[in-house]
């Protein structure tokens, strides 16, 4: 059975960073890995994706500059470094990992496994 949890979220003033993780087990190995983010009310979206083949990654437009995604295939861990954090960022950010290739998936309903999600508070 497939597992994903989070750690890193927290309480951070705005402009400030936080690391975010996700270490998998049950299986080790994930064409793709990503991070979402969900408030109150909305729905999840994307925030930013990697590929295990060299490492690619994709972002959603509005975390361009400020997010990187990375990821560690040997342990089965991604990342996602936050920086210049704004209130905007306030959410529960979740892991997610595809068992399939595909296109630079960024919806909810292409990635198969899930983590329980962190909280990220960012206060201004």
């Known amino acids: 059975q497939v597992h994903l949890v989070e750690s890193g979220g927290g309480l951070v003033q705005a402009g400030g960073s936080l690391r975010l993780s996700c270490a998998a087990s049950g299986r080790t190995f994930f064409p793709y890995m990503g991070w979402f983010r969900q408030t109150p009310g909305k729905e999840r979206e994307f925030v930013a994706g990697?590929?295990?083949?060299?490492?690619?990654?994709y972002y959603a437009d509005s975390m361009k500059g400020r997010f990187t995604i990375s990821r560690d295939n040997a342990e089965a861990t991604v990342y996602l470094q936050m920086n210049s954090l704004e209130a905007e960022d306030t959410a529960v950010y979740y892991c997610a990992a595809r068992a399939a290739w595909g296109t630079r998936p960024a919806r909810v309903g292409e990635y198969d496994y899930w983590g329980q999600g962190t909280q990220v508070t960012v206060s201004s």
């Open positions: 990697i590929s295990e083949s060299r490492g690619s990654a």
